[in-house]
């Protein structure tokens, strides 16, 4: 089991950005596909983007592309999200998640798809 610790939460003015970051220990994140997901306040956790865990696959959700990136560093052991754009719509808690996966692809949309978590970090967006 890996534990994740997300950081870099906080709150931004609308059209701002913030990068997240997930930390991980326990285990080497390599041959780990990696995922970020999110939660407001009376709705279901939403995917918003996964990488591969060589880093040369990424998926989003479309609510999100073009605006967020995600990215890796296996070395380090860490995750990151950049936030651009953001608005209101994507405050939120954000968390990191993870799934040993041999095979290195991106895809995995749904909470199910990974088997660790992070405890979240705040996304607060003001208008």
């Known amino acids: 089991q890996v534990q994740l610790v997300e950081s870099g939460g906080g709150l931004v003015q609308a059209g701002g950005s913030l990068r997240l970051s997930c930390a991980a220990s326990g285990r080497s994140i390599i041959r780990s596909r990696m995922g970020w997901f999110r939660q407001a306040p009376g709705k279901e956790r939403e995917f918003v983007a996964s990488i591969s865990w060589s880093g040369g696959s990424t998926y989003y959700a479309d609510s999100v592309k073009g605006r967020f990136t995600i990215s890796r560093d296996n070395a380090k052991n860490m995750v990151y999200l950049q936030m651009n754009s953001l608005n209101p719509e994507d405050t939120a808690l954000y968390y990191c998640?993870?799934?040993?996966?041999?095979?290195?692809?991106?895809?995995?949309?749904?909470?199910?798809?990974?088997?660790?978590w992070g405890q979240g970090t705040q996304v607060t967006v003001s208008s």
């Open positions: 998640a993870a799934r040993q996966d041999p095979r290195d692809w991106a895809v995995g949309v749904q909470t199910h798809d990974y088997d660790d």
